[in-house]
């Protein structure tokens, strides 16, 4: 099955300035990868997501970036903001079949004002 | 609030002792998914149904079983916890079968076996 591995497992970075979270994945039939962000004592929450069809995404602030060859995709933010602290996890999914979304094991990012 | 209702939020049980926990999705969503994460670990694929039948298992030990009901709320039960039982348990929904557009999920319910 899938495998993801997430880094860095936290994040430290000052207000304003860009925050970098990478994950790689192991089965190169994985095409869907969203990114969720958790706020404390709430559920994960849909931010962004990418499909194989396209190396970058954006919205606003938050962007991400997909490598198919060397299976490894980047969720960037900048402008940093209080409100960004929180714990973020990648997935990784193939678009078929029965297989699940498979989580990264998250990142605790703190945004320092 | 994502539309995603799970009770309750707190449990606090006695290793041996069986719960419930109980989710309804997100109105017209199909699927429903559970997730387990424990204490520096990522969210831990459990099971998934999808208008009433099972349609996925992950790492789902024995002694958890999960079902469906027609009104399309779903409910985890855990028997004979233990310890290590001890974590998060999410649900999730999405519309269709496969999750193609991503999952919604609810606030989850934290347990605690002592």
């Known amino acids: 099955g899938e495998n993801v591995e997430q880094h860095p497992s936290t994040l430290s970075v000052q207000e304003g300035d860009s925050a970098v979270i990478k994950c790689t994945y192991s089965?190169?039939?994985?095409?869907?990868f969203p990114w969720y962000k958790q706020e404390l004592g709430k559920g994960p929450q849909l931010i962004i997501d990418?499909?194989?069809?396209?190396g970058e995404k954006k919205d606003q602030r938050i962007a991400v970036t997909l490598n198919k060859t060397a299976k490894h995709f980047s969720l960037h933010i900048t402008e940093t903001q209080p409100e960004d602290s929180a714990v973020y996890f990648c997935?990784?999914?193939?678009?078929?079949?029965?297989?699940?979304?498979?989580f990264g094991t998250g990142t605790r990012l703190t945004i320092i004002p | 609030d994502s539309g995603v209702t799970q009770t309750p939020k707190h449990l606090i049980t006695a290793t041996g002792q069986r719960v419930t926990l109980r989710c309804s999705p997100r109105s017209g969503d199909l699927s429903v998914y559970w997730y387990q994460q424990s204490l520096d670990q990522g969210l831990q694929f459990l099971i998934q149904?999808?208008?009433?039948?099972?349609?996925a298992k992950g790492n789902i030990l024995e002694r958890f079983s999960a079902q469906q009901f027609p009104d399309l709320h779903s409910e985890l039960n855990l028997s004979s916890l233990e310890l290590g039982d001890s974590a998060l348990y999410f649900c999730?929904?999405?519309?269709?079968?496969?999750?193609?557009?991503?999952?919604?999920f609810g606030s989850g319910t934290r347990l605690t076996v002592v």
């Open positions: 997935a990784a999914r193939p678009n078929f079949g029965n297989e699940k979304l498979t």
């Open positions: 990418i499909r194989s069809n396209v």
């Open positions: 149904y999808y208008n009433g039948e099972e349609r």
């Open positions: 089965d190169s039939a994985s095409n869907y």
């Open positions: 999730a929904s999405s519309a269709d079968r496969e999750g193609r557009y991503g999952y919604t």
